[in-house]
């Protein structure tokens, strides 16, 4: 009898013990419910990029991937991807406005006008398996109290296909716009430049390098313009140190009014990558341009070889610089030399720092002379750089320097066009909430020019432009699509 009260006693308080247990555990649940949590497709957390790292450490799962772009590729080096394991979209709007002095458009008519923008932002990722697809859109209208200008809609898109297969890598890439004027330094410190929203879950833009598409950095070309690249970028492992990289792409820049020259080029690309160590790269490659002008019988074939050298630490730094000799050669002979050797070189660097970051790319070579020249020899330089102050304020700035020297002449006395191009930007930024962000900012805008005739009679003007910018900008949260 004492054993079989011991036995019950025994199952009672085993009972009795389950029980409690699987009430505390629902009590917990209800405690951690209490607080929603997101859904089990949501996006996950992203770090923040200018967070404090070791730049010596490795990176986790959590931090920015490694960039993988090739050293002798078509895409400028980046500090790091985001490891996105859902696709998703987000929409947004932004509203901008810039009051503006002198219209280059008009500069013997001085005054003060107005141009306002309104526009929709997207961004769309998609992710598979083996490959993703980047999409990132802005567009809308604008319009303005300078009667050139007037009003009008513009739209920018940047689209990038990945796949990768182990060895192999294909990128599918392509940069549009339609803009009201040049793309050099437009629209300040406001996102009007760039396609989608700019925020840091905005998916990955395609880096077109210096000069793959078309240049627009002379202020005189007048009027709407568009311009696209479109490039298809294969890579493959021989090693797993040394890779191949072949390239191909198609530019164009066409202008709405008369007054300016359009111009395509195709380019092909193969260069030879060598891993010195995991963070340095170096390499050499081949590249062959040709230039057409509509309406124009000159053309140019352009080829470089150049030694190149990257540096690449995730979230702090991405590097590249190249040079070596170029061969340029005209169809039809520009004075006695219808072949020259010119020398080119490009470099990029993207610094991370805790609380900000700079970024600068430098060119020299021949481009096809933004709508003005037929065939440039030119050098650009751009700068840029953000530093948080305090909790919520920003101050941005960027500076552009563009240098353009004619390879063939425009004119019946055969006279030498320089243009010198400049744009000073500063301003700040600050949040209004997690989705919402405000603009304030200055520009200034220089063009001087030497010797310079065209068809519409402006592209030879020098002239100073103020601009004072203030933007809006709201997208949502990330929408998950699967």
């Keep these: 009898m004492i054993i079989m009260k011991l036995w019950r006693t025994l199952l009672a308080a085993t009972v009795a013990s389950a029980f409690l247990s699987v009430g505390a555990g629902r009590a917990s649940g209800q405690d951690e419910d209490a607080t929603p949590k997101p859904a089990a497709r949501g996006i996950p957390a992203i770090p923040d990029p200018n967070a404090d790292q070791n730049p010596d450490a490795d990176q986790t799962s959590d931090a920015l991937q490694a960039d993988t772009r090739p050293l002798t590729g078509i895409q400028t080096p980046t ?3 985001r490891n996105f394991r859902h696709s998703f979209w987000i929409p947004g709007f932004e509203l901008a406005s810039t009051i503006q002095s002198d219209s280059p ?3 013997q008519v001085p005054g003060w006008s107005a141009n306002n923008y309104f526009l929709g932002t997207l961004g769309l990722l998609e992710t598979w ?7 990132n ?12 200008l007037g009003g009008g809609n513009f739209h920018q898109l940047g689209l990038l296909q990945t ?8 990128s599918l890439l392509d940069q549009f716009s339609y803009l009201p004027e040049t793309l050099f330094g437009f629209g300040g410190v406001t996102n009007l430049q760039v396609p989608g929203d700019g925020s840091s879950m905005s998916p990955s833009l395609p880096g077109l390098g210096n000069n793959i598409a078309p240049t627009q950095n002379i202020f005189g070309s007048t009027g709407p313009r568009y311009s696209n690249a479109f490039a298809i970028q294969t890579a493959y492992a021989i090693t797993m140190r040394a890779s191949i990289t072949m390239a191909g792409s198609y530019g164009l820049l066409h202008f709405v009014n008369s007054g300016n020259l359009d111009t395509d080029n195709a380019i092909g690309n193969v260069g030879f990558n060598y891993e010195l160590t995991r963070r340095d790269t170096v390499g050499i490659l081949y590249r062959f341009t040709a230039y057409h002008y509509s309406g124009s019988p000159q053309a140019f074939g352009d080829q470089l070889v150049n030694v190149a050298y990257g540096r690449k630490i995730t979230g702090r730094l991405a590097m590249d610089v190249a040079g070596g000799p170029e061969f340029v050669n005209s169809r039809i002979p520009l004075s006695t030399q219808p072949n020259r050797v010119l020398w080119s070189g490009a470099a990029n660097l993207t610094y991370g720092v805790p609380q900000g970051g700079a970024t600068l790319s430098f060119f020299h070579g021949v481009s096809g002379g933004s709508g003005i020249l037929i065939g ?14 305090g909790r919520l304020w920003n101050v941005l700035g960027s500076f552009g320097y563009a240098h353009n020297r004619n390879l063939a002449a425009t004119n019946l006395l055969n006279i030498q066009q320089n243009f010198n191009s400049w744009f000073v930007t500063a301003g700040l930024s600050r949040p209004l909430g997690p989705t919402t962000d ?8 220089i063009q001087a020019s030497t010797g310079a005739t065209c068809p519409s009679g402006v592209c030879g003007a020098n002239f100073t432009q103020h601009v004072i910018s203030a933007g809006f900008q709201w997208n949502t949260r990330p929408f998950t699509i699967r």
């Design 105 to 107: 458009l008009n500069p």
């Design 438 to 445: 405000l603009t304030f900012g200055y520009t200034a805008r």
């Design 137 to 148: 859109y802005s567009g809308g209208g604008f319009f303005s109290t300078d009667n050139s």
């Design 163 to 170: 796949f990768d297969w182990g060895r192999w890598k294909v």
């Design 129 to 135: 398996r083996h490959s993703q697809l980047s999409i």
């Design 376 to 389: 440039s020899n030119a050098d650009q330089l751009t700068l840029g750089g953000n530093r948080r102050m």
């Design 79 to 81: 500090l790091g991807s």
